[in-house]
Structures are given as C-alpha cells and as structure tokens.
C-alpha cells in the first residue's frame, strides 16, 4: 500500500463509495471532515495560547526595563547604575523563558501548518488529494510528540526579533548613567572608577559588560541559519524568491534556494517487525486486509523444539505499531514479535525505488 493510501484516501463519495477507509476504519466523508475541522480550530487554539504567552514574557521584559531606568536616572547617586545591571540579569532569564515557549508554540504551530498545507488547501482544488505523508506526519506528532526547534534556534529568534533592542537600550543607559550622574565624567579613567560594583573594579565591570553583549550578539548571528521554525510562513512550493527591491543585491548562499520549513526534514521513523506464530495464515490475511501492508513469509526452525515455524515480515512507520500488535494479539496470544529499527524502506508503501534511484544517480 502506498502512502497515499496509508495517508488518508481521497474523498470517495465523487466515485459512489459511501465512506471513506482509512487503515481499516470505515468514516463517512461528513463524519471525517468534521473530526478534522474540530482538530484543527482546537490546534489553532493553543497555538494562540501559546503565542499569548510569548508576548506576555516579552511584556515583562520591556517593564522591567523601563522601570529599572526610571529608578536609575531619578536618583543622583552613582552607585544606582547596578539596578541596570540587575535588569539585565533579569531579561537574560526572561529571554530563556520566552525561548522554551517558543519551542512549545512551534509544536502546535507545525501541526496548524500542516493542516493548512496538506488538507484545506487539497480541498481547494478539485480532485480531493493531500499530500501522500501528510496523515502520517501528523499521527507520528500526535503520538510521539517532539519539539520541532532546537533551544539555540528559539534563543536566536527571540533575541533578534525583540532582546536585541532591549539590550541596546539597557547598555546605552547604562553608559548614560554611570558617565552623566551625579555629574558628567571628565575622563575615561573617571568613569571606570564610577563603574565599581563593590570589590569588583570598573575595569572588569565594563569587559564583562562587553563581553556578554558581544557574546548575544554572536549567538544572533550563528542562529540565523536555523531554520526549521514553522512560525516563518514561506510557500508550500518552489523556492521563496526575496521581494524586488532585493534582487538586485548579492543574495548570501544560505538564501538562494530556501524553502518553506514547516514540516520537519527528517524522515518518519520505519521498522521491520519479525512476528513468530503458529498461525501465519490468518495473522497475514488480516495484516494485509486491515493494515494493506504487504507481509513476506520466512520459513524457520525453533531451536528448543525443534519444531517448523513461520516468521512474518512487515515493514512498517512509527505510528503502525500499535494496530500491528493489536492484530496479532487478536489471532495468536502467543505469539512473538520483535521490532528492529530500519535505516531506510524503499518500495510501495514508503520511499519510491526509482525516484531514490535517480536521486543518488
């Protein structure tokens, strides 16, 4: 069976069949559609939440900021220069917050996208046909959920899109303070020595300070090329062309040929279950009728008893495994079945042979 089939087959009420079949279930088109209608606005949902939660960390950092300068240049004394410190220390912690909420929000947002891409838009245009893998993306999600970005990708979003500009503006009124208050810094030397944090010289005040923002800085530029957030809407197709007035520029080659990301690169997870049974023929007939995957027969020895057994072999994805053992479990109790990790499954059903072919070729 391919993975279209697998996937979800198209609507079948245009061809006179009144349900449609998915791995052995029987839905009505109307039934199907609805189920998926009531998934995806309770998807949407909490994505919003979780964008919510985004903005409200971010909201946090911005009124700590502005309250810590507030504080900071009402009062004359030198010394008050460490509440601008302080903040900064609390918008680092801000920012990790906001970054582990990000991830979370991308969970949610990639199955929205996925939606978006691979069912709605299917519907549009007639015949009814979602992409082969897009069901079996989105089962595996649902049943081994994973967090699509990485923490460094979700730290260097967040930083460029808003900390960037909150530590320059907490950097700048810091410099502000400690050379204006109480009265305007006649040297360099002076303001080092207003700079003291205690027992701590300004010297390394100042180095520390220029070393953290540097290191912010560089870890907003090595992230740039992470780009496996689903939160960037690119195409589902062809490659993202930059607008006009940006074509004329040399572009980086990170960006020549970029492409949507809101479906992760790496591929489904593929087993290959070995089932050991006294009853091989009714365990393949309802593999092959209800799973519509294919099953080969080995022929084999117990080495104990001594006695002829049948061994099955499926290849399967991640998510098949519970139907698989549901099946078997059904017709023989007793029967044994290992799983072993496939490094790649090409043929119907799974990854086409030829295309493969002409790939590495």
């Given amino acids: 069976m391919s993975d ?5 087959q198209g609507a079948r009420a245009s061809s006179g069949e009144p349900v449609w079949t998915y791995r052995g ?3 009505r088109p109307s039934e199907f559609t609805t189920a998926m209608v009531h998934f995806f606005r309770a998807e949407v949902q909490r994505a919003n939440v979780w964008r919510q939660r985004l903005d409200t960390t971010t909201n946090w950092a911005v009124i700590t900021t502005g309250a810590a300068i507030s504080f900071a240049f009402s009062r004359a004394l030198a010394e008050d220069h460490r509440v601008i410190i ?3 220390l609390l918008v680092t912690l801000f920012l990790y917050i906001e970054a582990r909420r990000d991830r979370y929000y991308e969970l949610w947002s990639y199955r929205v996208r996925l939606m978006e891409t691979d069912f709605f838009a299917a519907m549009l245009v007639p015949p009814f046909h979602p992409a082969p893998d897009w069901a079996e993306s989105l089962a595996e999600n649902l049943l081994h959920p994973q967090l699509p970005i990485s923490l460094w990708e979700a730290l260097g979003r967040r930083l460029r899109r808003n900390y960037l500009w909150i530590y320059g ?8 303070k400690v050379w204006l ?3 305007t810094a006649t040297s360099w030397s002076e303001f080092i020595s207003r700079a003291d944090i205690g027992l701590l010289p300004g010297e390394a005040v100042f180095i520390a300070g220029v070393f953290f923002n540097g290191l912010l800085a560089l870890i907003g530029i090595l992230t740039v090329g992470l780009q496996q957030a689903t939160g960037e809407v ?5 490659a993202f062309h930059l607008p006009r007035f940006l074509e004329r520029a040399p572009t980086p080659r990170s960006l020549r040929n970029l492409r949507a990301w809101f479906r992760p690169s790496r591929r ?3 087993l290959l279950a070995l089932i050991i049974t006294d009853k091989a023929q009714a365990v393949a007939e309802r593999i092959l009728r209800d799973m ?26 991640v998510t098949e495994v519970p139907r698989l053992k549901d099946l078997v479990g059904d017709e023989d109790p007793q029967a044994f079945i290992t799983l072993v990790p496939a490094h790649e499954v090409l043929g119907k059903g799974f990854l086409p042979l030829q295309k493969e072919a002409r790939a590495s070729g």
């Fill in 25 to 27: 279930y029987q839905l």
């Fill in 169 to 176: 503006i907490l950097g700048l009124a810091w410099m502000a």
């Fill in 292 to 317: 519509r995957r294919g099953v080969t027969a080995l022929s084999g020895i117990g080495m104990y008893t001594q006695q002829p057994r049948t061994v099955l072999m499926v290849a399967q994805t």
């Fill in 4 to 8: 279209e089939s697998a996937a979800g």
């Fill in 86 to 88: 302080l903040n900064v």
């Fill in 181 to 183: 208050h109480p009265t």
């Fill in 268 to 270: 489904r997870q593929q």
């Fill in 234 to 238: 690119l195409p589902r197709y062809g």
